[in-house]
């Protein structure tokens, strides 16, 4: 029997997590509807010798381009389309945006103005996560509705003061968290610790940015991993430590898995491929994110945990600053601009380094940056998979495709990468979101606001 469908993906490698086969792929509408058997579609396009992956799902990106400040000089400089191009380009088709709280705003007030920038320019689908930095009553009772509105994800920054100040009213919002199904990001790093050994590098006149790694320290940020994990286990909620950079962070890490505490972890893709030697180049300021670049025996550990599950999911904390900004000569420890622009090139480099290099199975690479993601935060199986039912959200992908790293050829409007002139085997050549063509034979075609803001359910994983 031949069915007839909208679209057709002709003759390549379908790979999900739980396994790879040739198969055409059908779909109708936004939907994919059947995967092998006979197929004839309106339009087909061939795929032979290529992979056809689910959509990528990066649940971390800065894409509101005013960030705290409207009036502020330098600022993020992609917003919701020109980072959705950049998305598209490498592979990647589900945004999860951090919504920060501008002066005088509710947690509902900030949502509502970063979703309208995105439903206005967003070109892939996408979820915010509110970033809770006053814990007040009115954010509290807040919380529960919010959750039941399809917004089940809060961000909780333990470097700020502010945490250690009112950590009983963050433990409300956490039990909270617990109680409605909601998943509490962590950005952990000790503030207290980060502000004394600031406190002693300025003293000993060492506070320029050439300081960076010297002053947050792994054991900062594995002291705030312990105290995570003892958080998770207090109040029973799930907790999502973002951007893990340490081998003595994963330690801490591996131990919460080991006990059966719903602990996840993330890392990113500058831990992975670059170390704490750029951060002394002459402008090693383009380098700067917190927690800082390590050194290569964390870049090892971070590849292994990749492999052994430890690590749930990679994501590009993409925070697209200018050259310009990053490099300001004004700037030192305690002002850096942090954070690089990594939507583009996070899926190729992963493929590449890891894949293309034995480090990760095929699978593996699908679970890390589109299954894995889409279960933990509530969007499995709509996104994350290809199957009957799913959205039609998938990359063709070329794993025989040569390229340089080129910043002058990108999408994000970040004017640098810091992977100039890498070398990169495989890329997406055509990506579909919902069925529609977004890109085709490596040219992005996505339409301004064609994205749609995504509920998230309960998680169906642990």
Known sequence: M?????????????VNAGGAYVADVGISGQKVVQVGGGLQGREEIPAHGMLALPGGVDVHVHLS???????AKFHWVDDFYSGSQAAIAGGV?????????????????????????????????????????????AALAALPDLAQGGIRTIKLFMTNRSFEERIDEFMKAVNISARSGTLVMMHCEDGAILRAIADQLERRGRSSVREWASSRPDFAEESSIHRAVAICRASGASVYAVHVSSAEALRACRAAKRAG???????????????????????????????????????????AALDDGTVDTVATDHAPWSLEAKLDPTLDIRSARQGVADLE???????????????????RFVELVSARPAQLFGLWPRKGIIAPGSDADLVIWDPEHRYSVNAATSHTRA????????????????????GQVVMRDRQVQAQRGRGTWLAASRRSAT
Request: charged share 25%; aromatic share 8%.
């Open 345 to 363: 090139t996070s899926l190729p480099l992963l493929f590449s380094e890891g894949v293309r290099k034995g480090r990760l199975a095929l699978t």
């Open 93 to 137: 088709t589900t945004l999860g945006n951090m919504t920060f709280q501008w002066e005088g705003e509710s947690l509902e007030d900030a949502l509502a103005r970063d979703m309208r920038q995105a439903r206005s320019d967003a070109a892939v689908d996408y979820f915010l996560h509110p970033v809770l930095a006053n814990p007040d009553e």
């Open 65 to 71: 381009p005013a960030r705290l400040d409207p009036d």
């Open 261 to 303: 505490l719903p602990f996840y972890v993330e890392t990113r893709p500058m831990y992975l491929h670059l170390t704490s030697d750029s951060l002394d180049e002459v402008d090693g300021a383009k380098y700067i994110g917190a927690p800082p670049l390590r050194r290569r025996k964390d870049v090892q550990a971070l590849w």
């Open 415 to 434: 004017d640098y990468s810091v992977y100039q002139g890498r070398e990169v085997v495989g890329r997406p050549v055509t990506a579909i979101c919902r």
């Open 2 to 14: 031949v069915n007839s469908v909208d679209l057709v993906i002709r003759g390549g490698t379908v």
